[in-house]
């Protein structure tokens, strides 16, 4: 039977004409199988013409992946090695090795043999981590914690060279052996074939791993791998509607018809190891499923990110097979129509996706036609060059006949290099294409290396800049690597004149063999990358692989050292093998094993994306094993790799994912400290390294940067310089230019890792040394300074809030350095060019969004100083040209960097935030152009608003500042300037009195700012205005004694307090809210009701105004603020304040999850963004999982256990219902449709997927159920303790599998402590430990000895805390 599909080529088309072709037609194998010829989307054609061999061709513009084989000659070694043995990889050359291109086939186009076969497999062998972080032991990340985690030294990736030693008498009587082993194999295959018949080629099913059809797997529902107790706590299990999820042998997660289910979108994460060069990759679960690929960000594209169009296509009986089309989609309105039976199902291929970790595959199963087609894509790992990988593997199902193919399979467009591409192929895409050309690394005729790239950069500038770089295709059938197959680069000879690439016209009039044998042209045109496959016999049970490589070179001279390294044998296995594992490395460092296998994996898949957003923090320098920290040893530095942004559905983020060694990438100020929580948690060894970097941004405004960016390293010491620049090049006066080279680049200014390593490689500097141990020396001698950049107008007004949690994550593991913490270290101040303006200049009188009014509005909140921009250029690196670092350093007026103490630093900042309250006293203006958490309200600035969120955190900071200040009994000191605005603070207070101030409506329902507070906030505001005038500190400061701060910041939180009273007076409002009186409100507003014009205006011709008097507005309730105010309650308040947001706009009744705010019906779009959003969707009342999540944490925290526990089995992943969620439920989405959305088939589907905030707050849930609220503390004697206090309900413990004897405790919970060690529970049978803790520990340590102790205290605590000697504990309860 034969049939023809339809669908867009560019987002993942693939045809194949299928007919079988019988035994005796067949020519013996050693021949060359008959030509076959092409017809495509045609009807059928003469008998005569009908071929008799089948052509494939698979195109994918967004060339997606499929599912990932069990390949038959490698064993990956996370969990299934463990002998010891140290293994090597493959042999894979270095990329400097001068071992010669492989030969090609002399035919005109090189092209390999015409008739192909899929040999036996090789022999199984084991590959270990080049990467073993110095265990020197490639066994499992059980038995060997120390190659589990990226926090230990990374060893460089080894390459084993093809140069041979021996010598030419040796090499000649080898070539004779192999020749006659060649002859006779050959024989025997002949006789195995005409005697026993070709099913005698099946492979056994134990050696056929290199077929995964996804059948095979781990899990299966909730619960998976172990029982759940029958006494259940108060927060009961219910049954789940998700018990059908599957995962397969490599922990992927399955999804069934995958383009039957919801659409989303997903992302690989961009992680090639440390010495790798990644690129960005975006999938969706259509066609052939990949969106978008590229280098860096969205500007320099190799696959443009298009949307995806969905159609369907026709249904006739013809011969060409397109897998994955959309026209044989099993779409369940199809699958339930009356029309529907068991031959219709027939004709549709059962499909799947596979979602890894670092690698996607798609699978198709067509038994109509007995063709399986299995696609997987990965991003390539640890090489000096970056490329996306497609392995397609199509297997013959067919019991008894051979299949012949002609097969075309890569991207339908491929775009060149040429400069920021991304705007200008939508805008002028045409004159664009003028640029474009194809060029081929090879000799003349050569198809197999075409280069696409542009002449020049396509600007517009009198400076014309030539374009050397290029994308690459390079691609070969798998056992047959040294012939690279030929590439189809001409669209149209493919096309034809269907400029839609939907239909492959040029295949009507010419066979693939044609097209390769005549001319093709790539100038002045979009160009397409097909690997061709003129003719290849699959035979039954049999499969061929075809692996394509896409990515960029800098010059066309590196493609042969690029075909040279990828060709070799197992090469594309070896680095599948070496993606996954780099990610088991990540993930393996938060490993918990549960009754709820579905909660397992989702831990490991949350720690993996709060990775992304944060980054993983590696140790460079002097990192001996003796567990030493950042604090201790100035030699060790901290550097955070893989951090990123971007995905398809957030197309507003302007994201970078660097494609050099160390990569890493700029983000969001709240999204790398929020992110950043849990270092110091899951690694010690970091120590305050984030604490201080994230205060050392706070400018002496109180605002920050909004971008951050890695740390940068220098050195200053040209002796340093040129002492690393020897050790690493050598001695020798031969190497005195590359010496002097390498100290001039040391010497000339702030680098990263990886900026280091490409300056070395462009000026062909060769290190003596290994790379790992240069760039650990250069990290040992350097300076690290934070890094960061001012982008665009305003300042948030929440960022500063988190600094709090990384304070108490650092003291939870180190209570015994508080003090050390607060008064040692002295800190910069970062310092903007943008300045927050003053009121006279960002108050303006305008009309109201309808029209109808005038109101006072707060615009352009921020401007740029030009006073600082000079002092700032005095800083220029004559070198580079850019900013030195120091130019983002708050100095005082002689030139020195101004310091402070991180308690001092905390102070400033507590004041600044308490002179930022608002007319009422209330809240924290939002003065400065931005909001705080909630940035789709981006228009309440406008509005003269103010955050209470913003104010809890105030009153939480003061508290803590007059706490510590009276524990050690120090002083502190502060800039003059500083100073002088406590006083006039001080002042302000004194003349407001004592008086509460409780608000009154007016008559006609407006509450009025009282004239006493007006004047208060006016004269403050002034005086915090005269402060943010100064540009630099005079230098002189003023000292405070403990007592003194103690009693600014007492009577600094009784006026907060009061303004508390307040804001709970005045209330919320919003559409049926009948809770609003017993809720806390979030926001407010001010309108101006009197004002005078001060004579200016501003550059809009809007008069600028002078505020007289103000009444307050309000808002309806948000989520956010519930949040922050549980903070600052006992469990019995909170658990009042549940029940009453329990059962007010806030809950999603139906979801039973909460959203982001109750109704925002009637209220002014002048709120921001968040106004024209659809109900239910993004930020108007949708459950956004960040902040839910944080309302989550909260209940943990206060201990409120059963409403804790309830709330996770309703609201949390991986719990919710899958089927509603519409992806996996492994990954969590930014936010989950509510029930206010008017589409009821959306209601609770996850958007946004992944980067979300609210993986930082599952890991602290994690580490509060696992680890407990304080892991370590001091006794009564100041000695150092550990105690693990965990909160686990009963049926996350599982059946002990490991009991030696029924004395043995039977029930267990696993999971890895500070990324290495194994930490297990036991109890006798299942029970809720709630703030339970143990009766014993049984500790392992590294030198086998084991000790059994009632309590951790003192010695063995510390060593605990410096990881290296303690190999697991048990605690038993």
């Not at 050099?660 to 929580?677: A, K, L």
């Not at 003349?991 to 009154?1000: A, H, M, N, V």
Request: net charge negative; glycine share 8%; aromatic share 10%.
């Amino acid at each position: 039977m034969q049939q023809v599909a339809e669908e867009d080529p560019e987002k993942g088309a693939a045809w194949a004409t299928t007919t079988a072709a019988q035994p005796e037609e067949v020519t013996p194998l050693i021949n060359n199988a008959p030509t076959s010829q092409s017809f495509i989307y045609g009807s059928p054609p003469p008998a005569s013409l009908m071929p008799s061999t089948s052509s494939f061709i698979s195109s994918n513009t967004t060339c997606s992946s499929a599912v990932t084989p069990r390949f038959s000659n490698v064993t990956i070694d996370d969990d299934s090695d463990n002998d010891g043995n140290n293994n090597p990889p493959p042999r894979v050359p270095s990329m400097s090795s001068t071992t010669s291109l492989p030969a090609r086939s002399s035919s005109t186009n090189n092209r390999p043999t015409s008739s192909s076969r899929v040999p036996p497999p090789r022999q199984k062998s084991s590959l270990h981590r080049p990467l073993n972080n110095g265990s020197g032991n490639g066994g499992s990340s059980e038995n060997n914690n120390n190659a589990s985690s990226f926090h230990h030294r990374p060893a460089v990736p080894q390459r084993q060279p093809l140069h041979s030693t021996r010598s030419s008498r040796i090499k000649t009587s080898s070539t004779l052996i192999i020749l006659v082993l060649g002859l006779f194999l050959a024989v025997c295959t002949l006789f195995q074939y005409f005697v026993m018949g070709p099913d005698s080629f099946n492979l056994p099913p134990d050696l056929d791993s290199n077929n995964n059809d996804g059948g095979s797997t781990i899990g299966e529902g909730v619960g998976a791998g172990g029982g759940r107790s029958s006494g259940s706590s108060k927060a009961k299990r219910k049954q789940q509607q998700h018990n059908d999820v599957k995962f397969d042998e490599f922990g992927r997660y399955i999804v069934e018809d995958y383009d039957a289910n919801p659409p989303f979108s997903d992302i690989l994460p961009g992680v090639a190891g440390i010495y790798g060069k990644p690129l960005y990759v975006f999938y969706v679960n259509r066609g052939q499923g990949i969106a978008s690929f590229g280098v860096k960000s969205k500007d320099y594209p190799i696959m443009e990110c298009e949307k995806i169009e969905f159609r369907s296509g026709k249904k006739s009986k013809e011969f060409l097979v397109e897998p994955f089309d959309s026209s044989r989609t099993r779409f369940s309105q199809l699958m339930e129509s009356s029309s529907w039976n068991e031959q219709e199902e027939s004709r549709y291929p059962v499909r799947r996706m596979f979602i890894g970790a670092n690698d996607m595959t798609i699978q198709e199963v067509d038994m109509w036609n007995k063709i399986e087609t299995n696609v997987t894509y990965f991003n390539l790992p640890e090489e000096d060059f970056g490329a996306f990988v497609k392995r397609t593997t199509i297997s013959n199902l067919d019991e008894k006949d051979a299949l012949h193919l002609s097969v075309l399979d890569g991207l339908a467009r491929i775009q060149p290099v040429g400069g920021k591409l991304s705007s200008l192929l939508k805008m002028i895409g045409r004159t664009i294409e003028g640029f474009m050309g194809v060029h081929h690394a090879g000799w003349v005729d050569d198809l197999t290396m075409p280069f696409f790239r542009m002449s020049e950069i396509p600007d517009d500038e009198d400076a014309v800049v030539v374009e050397e770089a290029g994308h690459f295709c390079l691609s070969y059938i798998e056992y047959q690597e040294k012939d690279l197959l030929p590439i189809v680069y001409d669209t149209n000879k493919v096309f034809g004149e269907d400029t839609s690439l939907m239909r492959p016209m040029g295949l009507y009039e010419k066979s693939i063999k044609e097209i390769l044998e005549g001319k093709q042209y790539g100038a002045a045109r979009t160009s397409s990358a097909f690997a061709a496959v003129d003719d290849v016999t699959i035979w039954p049970g049999q499969k061929i692989t075809i692996t394509s490589f896409y990515g960029r070179a800098d010059s066309i001279t590196d493609l042969p050292i690029i075909a040279r390294r990828i060709t070799q044998g197992g090469f594309a296995t070896y680095k599948l093998s070496r993606a996954r594992a780099l990610i088991q490395q990540i993930t393996s460092s938060a490993e918990t094993v549960t009754a709820e296998h579905l909660f397992d994996k989702h831990v490991e898949q949350m720690f993996l994306d709060n990775a992304l957003m944060g980054g993983i923090p590696v140790l460079l320098g002097d990192t001996d094993d003796d567990g030493g920290n950042a604090d201790d040893d100035e030699k060790i530095k901290v550097y955070h790799l893989f951090s990123r942004r971007g995905d398809l559905e957030r197309d507003y983020d302007r994201f970078i994912i660097e494609s050099t060694y160390f990569s890493e990438g700029p983000s969001n100020f709240r999204d790398v400290i929020q992110n950043r929580r849990n270092d110091v948690i899951f690694n010690p060894r970091v120590g305050a390294f984030n604490f201080n970097m994230f205060l050392s941004l706070i400018q002496a405004d109180g605002y920050n940067p909004l971008s951050v960016e890695a740390v940068v390293f220098s050195v200053d010491d040209p002796e340093v310089c040129l002492r690393l620049a020897t050790n690493a090049v050598g001695f020798a006066d031969g190497h005195r230019a590359q010496r002097e080279a390498l100290a001039s680049i040391l010497c000339d200014g702030e680098f990263r890792p990886g900026q280091l390593v490409e300056m070395i490689e462009e000026q062909n500097i060769f290190l003596m040394t290994s790379l790992s141990s240069f760039i650990d020396d250069v990290a040992a001698s350097s300076k690290v300074s934070p890094a960061a950049v001012t982008e665009g107008a305003g300042f948030s007004a929440d960022h500063w809030t988190y600094i709090l949690d990384l304070m108490a994550s650092y003291l939870q593991i180190y209570p015994d350095r508080e003090e050390y913490l607060l008064f040692s270290s002295k800190l910069t101040y970062y310092y903007s060019h943008r300045v927050v303006s003053p009121r006279k200049n960002k108050y303006v009188l305008s009309k109201s969004y309808n029209g109808e009014w005038l109101h006072v509005r707060q615009l352009d909140a921020t401007y740029e100083s030009t006073e600082r921009r000079e002092y700032m250029r005095q800083y220029v690196n004559p070198a580079s040209g850019w900013y030195k670092n120091e130019a983002n350093m708050q100095h005082d007026v002689e030139g020195n960097i101004f310091k402070s103490s991180a308690m001092e630093k905390l102070f400033l900042l507590a004041t600044i935030k308490f002179a930022t309250r608002d007319p009422f006293g209330i809240g924290i203006e939002y003065e400065a152009g931005k909001p705080g958490w909630n940035a789709a309200l981006n228009g309440i600035s406008s509005m003269l608003g103010s955050g209470l969120p913003e104010a809890y955190e105030l009153k939480i900071l003061l508290q803590y500042i007059h706490d510590a200040i009276l524990k050690y009994s120090r002083p502190i000191t502060v800039p003059n300037e500083l100073a002088e605005l406590i006083e006039k603070i001080s002042t302000a207070l004194d003349e407001l009195g004592d008086s509460d101030f409780i608000p009154s409506y007016e008559p006609e329902g407006e509450v009025k700012v009282p004239q006493p507070l007006f004047l208060y906030w006016d004269a403050v505001a002034t005086a915090r205005e005269e402060y943010r005038a100064i540009s630099l500190f005079s230098g002189e400061t003023h000292q405070y004694s403990s007592g003194d701060v103690a009693k600014l910041t007492k009577r600094w939180m009784k006026q907060i307090d009061l303004g508390i009273d307040r804001a709970n007076v005045i209330g919320s409002h919003g559409h049926t809210q009948s809770a609003g009186a017993v809720i806390t409100p979030t926001y407010f507003s001010y309108n101006v009701t009197k004002w005078e014009e001060t004579g200016d205006h501003n550059d809009e011709g809007h008069p600028f105004c002078i505020a007289k008097e103000m009444v307050i507005g309000k808002f309806p309730l948000f989520l956010e603020g519930v949040t922050r105010v549980m903070k600052t309650m006992d469990k019995k308040q909170a658990v009042a304040l549940y029940e009453h947001v329990k059962h007010s706009g806030l809950r999603d009744k139906e979801l039973k999850m909460y959203t982001l705010s109750s109704s925002l019906t009637g209220q002014s779009y002048d709120m921001g963004r968040m106004m024209g959003f659809s109900s239910g969707w993004l930020e108007n009342q949708s459950v956004w999982m960040d902040q839910s999540y944080k309302y989550y944490l909260e209940l943990i925290k206060k201990n409120m256990f059963d409403q804790f526990f309830e709330e996770m089995l309703n609201g949390m992943l991986p719990f919710i219902d899958g089927e509603k969620y519409g992806r996996s439920v492994m990954e969590c989405s930014s936010f989950i449709a509510s029930s206010a959305f008017e589409d009821p088939k959306m209601r609770g589907r996850g958007v946004l997927a992944r980067l979300s905030g609210a993986t930082a707050e599952f890991l602290s849930i994690w580490k509060l159920m696992f680890i407990g609220e304080t892991l370590f503390q001091l006794n009564e004697g100041g000695e150092l303790e550990m105690q693990l206090v965990p909160t686990l309900p009963s049926w996350l413990f599982k059946e002990n599998d490991l009991v030696q004897s029924p004395a043995e405790k039977k029930y267990v919970i696993r999971f890895k402590l500070f990324t290495s060690i194994s930490v297990a529970y036991f109890v006798a049978t299942p029970k809720d430990l709630f703030g339970v803790k143990p009766s014993k520990y049984i500790i392992g340590l590294r030198d086998g000895s084991i000790m059994s102790v009632e309590s951790i205290s003192s010695t063995l605590a510390a060593n605990i805390r410096k990881v290296v000697y303690i190999d697991y504990i048990h605690a038993y309860f």
